[in-house]
């Protein structure tokens, strides 16, 4: 004996909640890759920590903070690249 009616999802509701999940994703992506940006390959994962973020906070993601410090961290790769470029006068960097 069922009491309530089956619950019937839409396609539209299956791609909303599955697009809020990707954005979601996309805003731990950029929070990761813009740390881990701080210690290698700061000229590539910089830039995508930054695409990343601006797209998962464009999107309306729920894990707006993430997003955020994803974006914030990715500015901070590409500060510290500058720095150590204009350190020692290269293309490149190194410890």
């Known amino acids: 004996m069922q009491l309530t009616a089956p619950v019937t999802r839409t396609a539209a509701d299956t791609a909303r909640r599955t697009g809020i999940r990707d954005t979601d994703g996309m805003a ?3 929070f990761v890759l813009g740390l881990l940006g701080l210690l290698v390959l700061n000229v590539f994962l910089g830039p995508i920590a930054i695409a990343l973020a601006t797209v ?3 999107r309306g993601t729920a894990r707006r ?3 955020l410090l994803g974006l914030g961290l990715g500015v901070a790769d590409l500060l510290v690249l500058v720095a150590f470029m204009s350190a020692d006068s290269t293309m490149s ?3």
């Open 28 to 30: 731990v992506a950029s």
């Open 56 to 58: 998962a906070l464009w």
């Open 65 to 67: 903070g993430r997003a």
């Open 93 to 95: 960097w190194s410890l």
